[in-house]
């Protein structure tokens, strides 16, 4: 039995119900902070106050309840309500993607006084419900690596992992030691481009593409590219070392929205640590204009030189996805 067959079999628990925009979103907001506030970044913080601002803006309000399935935020999902007090929650995100709906499985959260109670299961099966109704044509979640409990929850509701990434963030800092002294960095050429491209396809798959796409014509070189950026008011910036083979790595900046700068590697299999550890404190140096400079990598994707840079691990989250034959195998 698949946990889509559970959850029409059994019937919906009177604490469930459909979230509310018009009066949950405060709630869910409280809730979300009360149960992940020792693990939550500043990306977190900053979602907890959105959630907070939407829940008291009445026009938004009333755009987001027709606005549910266009748009790629938390706009809809359950919660569980017990005397009035509302105490779990989950979101239902949705995305478009090549023609394809995917949903991704978000904010699953029970309240401390409340758990071991499988509100958490019960809240995910209406979720897998939702987006079985919806013809979905796949359903994602994202959960810390450190929280086993859950990773064992989703594996036994027919989730699979399907990788595995860590947030490293590191301030600028002018007055870095200059390390980077001991290669030539410049800017990349054109020439170079074919070899960033394998690189990054290998760094940032076109699974998780649906997610957070990889803007690859910001990275081209050519006519195309550069009227692209000039036109969106886009500035990009792409730092490489090389060596008598070619190119040894490449680290791309994107200008984006806020103080945060986003950071994208192409590195081969083996990159030489003291490389990509010079590229990173060049890019540091460079870039002072910002609060914090973001990378994304696969887990255990050079940790130490990117360590050495004096970046630091934010979070590692498991991706997984539902899948339904492992499901129905696991319940056979």
């Not at 949950?24 to 907890?48: K, N, W, Y």
């Not at 730092?239 to 945060?260: D, H, K, N, Q, V």
Request: positive net charge.
């Amino acid at each position: 039995m698949s946990a889509l067959d559970e959850s029409i079999l059994h019937e919906i628990p009177r604490q469930l119900r459909p979230l509310n925009i018009m009066r949950d979103l405060p709630h869910v907001a409280d809730l979300v902070e009360t149960c992940f506030s020792s693990t939550m970044d500043a990306d977190g913080q900053r979602f907890i106050q959105q959630l907070r601002r939407a829940g008291k803006d009445n026009r938004f309000l009333h755009w987001a309840v027709n606005a549910v399935e266009s748009t790629s935020m938390p706009l809809s999902g359950y919660v569980w309500e017990e005397e009035g007090s509302l105490v779990g929650n989950v979101s239902l995100i949705p995305f478009r993607s090549r023609g394809r709906r995917i949903y991704l499985v978000a904010n699953v959260a029970v309240h401390p006084d409340h758990r071991r109670r499988g509100i958490a299961r019960q809240l995910t099966l209406q979720a897998l419900e939702y987006t079985r109704k919806r013809k979905a044509d796949a359903t994602w979640l994202q959960v810390r690596d450190d929280n086993q409990g859950a990773i064992d929850l989703y594996t036994e509701l027919g989730f699979q992992e399907q990788a595995r990434r860590t947030k490293w963030k590191a301030a600028p800092d002018r007055n870095l030691p200059a390390g980077d002294r001991l290669f030539e960095i410049k800017n990349r050429s054109a020439g170079q481009w074919n070899a960033q491209l394998e690189w990054m396809q290998r760094l940032y798959p076109e699974n998780l593409d649906w997610y957070q796409p990889t803007p690859w014509i910001r990275f081209r070189p050519g006519l195309v590219a550069s009227l692209y950026r000039f036109f969106i008011e886009s500035e990009t910036r792409i730092w490489t070392i090389s060596g008598p083979t070619g190119l040894l790595a490449a680290i791309s900046w994107l200008a984006g929205f806020g103080r945060t700068g986003q950071l994208w590697a192409a590195l081969p299999e083996q990159v030489e640590p003291a490389v990509l550890t010079a590229l990173l404190l060049h890019v540091r140096r460079n870039l002072t204009g910002h609060e914090a400079l973001s990378l994304d990598m696969p887990v255990g994707e050079a940790a130490d030189p990117i360590k050495a840079a004096g970046f630091n691990a934010q979070r590692t989250l498991v991706w997984m996805r539902f899948n339904t034959t492992l499901a129905d195998e696991l319940r056979k």
